[in-house]
């Protein structure tokens, strides 16, 4: 079906995707965690992995994307110790906490919908599946590597590894030395070794957020709800599992461990990693203290900041760099940003004005636009590659400029090729990029209105010799980065 190659974290190495049961695709993406606003760095993961969902539409495939919620704690630790976040902000704020839960999944919304991220297709929550996690971890305890201790319930890694199992087949790291590092922590004393971590806690009698199992009332560990909320939804093997860098150990290496020992087999065929936003030079973090959210971007509200920056603006930043780099947001990038994605958005409009006017086929010119139409696909098969379809996509805009500014028409290429040229870049930029015109889905009939009567003002004044009023009209719109085109059909105004 496709020519898609992926690089897979697992194997450390690009390999072709092969989905197992074609045309279905199986993907899924652990998804936030409800106890504060996303920020920036969050929305960069989530934006990455709706380009993979949308590429694989795009390629026919018939993609069932879960990305879950996770509202049933997710300790502060990743060993499954420490503070619930869910609660302690439920105590901060003064409300319940699934009216933590219910606020910060509504944010999150607004946030996706904001950066045209498309929704999943099942977006199920850990609360909504404490009966299956309850299950899993008494197929564990069943199948020995779990144990009960006090009330809650561990998995134990040596007992998986003595199977001949391999934890540490995802992230490379060697058990013996992390038994060293862990030694330290609070709440070993349950454990077997402290490399285990827990499947279920037993909940003190304050902890607000709690269910009854075989073992205490308590709660699920972290780990285990991804590895129940993708075997339910897309079976024991399913294609895509994706995620942040920073999950890939011990998130992932532990929902691995999990599906393994509970179900006998590697859950997943591609782990997708993707890298992250940087914020001078450092990881973007709540921890860290320097995450900016996706709000602040648009209302300019930040001390990074020059201006506003558009929510499409952002996600083309995010584009130009391939999901595996890191990034760093600088307010030229975001700059450059800004012009790039008008020149793409400025071509695609002259694309619809454009009429096709055929008087000589130039072969060369013919296969000029076919090639870069056809290496749209080549560069997106290979791993997703947004930063090089960019590059192409800035190639044809510049080629699209050149017909519009002679003429509106096209006359020295075939009708298929500008079929071609028509279908290939809207379905790219729009459909693939999940880039939007902001002008054109704004109130643009508005824009057109009082753009209208600026540009009749400015003729009326120019036709009076009123210099002081087209001056001033110049460049107020300079100023708002609008610019008026004279032409022989009258005059055009355009952004950017
Ligand atoms: P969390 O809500 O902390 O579980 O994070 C949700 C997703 O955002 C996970 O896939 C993380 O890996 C990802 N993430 C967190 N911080 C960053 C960052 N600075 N850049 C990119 N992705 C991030
Ligand atoms: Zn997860």
Request: glycine share 6%; with cysteine.
């Amino acid at each position: 079906m496709s020519d898609l190659h992926i690089y897979n974290s697992l194997s450390r190495q690009k390999e072709k995707f092969e989905a197992i049961n074609p045309p279905y695709v199986g993907l899924y993406c652990c998804g936030p965690t409800v106890y504060s606003d996303v920020h920036l760095g969050n929305t960069r993961t989530f934006i990455s992995f709706d380009l993979v969902y949308r590429y694989l539409k795009h390629l026919g495939y018939n993609v069932r994307y879960v990305r879950n919620i996770t509202d049933a704690g997710h300790l502060t630790n990743d060993q499954g110790e420490g503070k619930n976040r869910m609660e302690d902000q439920a105590k901060l704020e003064k409300l319940e906490p699934m009216e933590i839960v219910q606020k910060y999944t509504v944010g999150f919304h607004e946030v996706c919908r904001l950066f045209n991220l498309l929704p999943p297709t099942i977006e199920p929550t850990a609360t909504g599946h404490i009966v299956e996690q309850i299950e899993m971890t008494q197929k564990l305890i069943d199948n020995g590597v779990a144990y009960e201790s006090n009330g809650s319930v561990y998995f134990d890694v040596k007992a998986y590894n003595d199977k001949g199992n391999n934890y540490g087949i995802l992230s490379g790291r060697n058990i013996d030395e992390l038994i060293a590092g862990y030694r330290d922590l609070d709440g070993q004393e349950e454990k077997r070794n402290s490399v285990d971590f827990a499947l279920w806690k037993k909940a003190s009698p304050e902890h607000i957020m709690q269910w009854s199992s075989p073992w205490s009332s308590g709660f699920p560990g972290w780990h285990l709800e991804c590895s129940v909320m993708s075997t339910k939804y897309l079976g024991k093997q399913f294609d895509i599992h994706a995620g942040g860098m920073d999950l890939k150990f011990p998130h992932h290496e532990c929902e691995i461990a999990q599906n393994v020992g509970a179900c006998g087999n590697t859950p997943v065929r591609y782990w997708m990693h993707t890298n992250m936003l940087n914020f001078n030079g450092q990881k973007m973090s709540k921890s860290l203290g320097n995450s900016i959210l996706p709000m602040e971007f648009v209302t300019g509200n930040h001390p990074l900041l020059d201006k506003p920056y558009s929510a499409m603006t952002v996600r083309f930043l995010f584009m130009q760099s391939h999901y595996s780099s890191e990034l760093d947001i600088t307010i030229k990038g975001l700059q450059d940003a800004e012009k790039g994605l008008r020149k793409l958005m400025n071509a695609a409009k002259y694309l619809s004005e454009i009429k096709f006017d055929s008087i000589t086929v130039e072969e060369k010119q013919d296969k000029i636009i076919s090639d870069l139409c056809a290496e749209c696909k080549v560069v997106m098969d290979d791993d997703f590659n947004a930063p090089k379809l960019i590059a192409v996509l800035h190639e044809l805009a510049t080629l699209i400029n050149i017909y519009y500014n002679d003429g509106k028409k096209i006359n020295n290429i075939s009708d298929s090729t500008f079929n071609l040229l028509q279908t290939t870049y809207n379905a790219y930029l729009f459909d693939v990029l999940g880039l939007q015109d902001e002008v054109a889905t704004g109130n643009n009939d508005a824009l057109d209105k009082v753009m209208q009567l600026v540009i009749d003002i400015r003729k009326q004044s120019r036709e009076n010799k009123d210099w002081t009023t087209s001056d001033k009209i110049r460049d107020a719109l300079k100023e708002a980065n609008i610019n008026i085109k004279d032409g022989k059909d009258g005059t055009t105004y355009e952004i950017g």
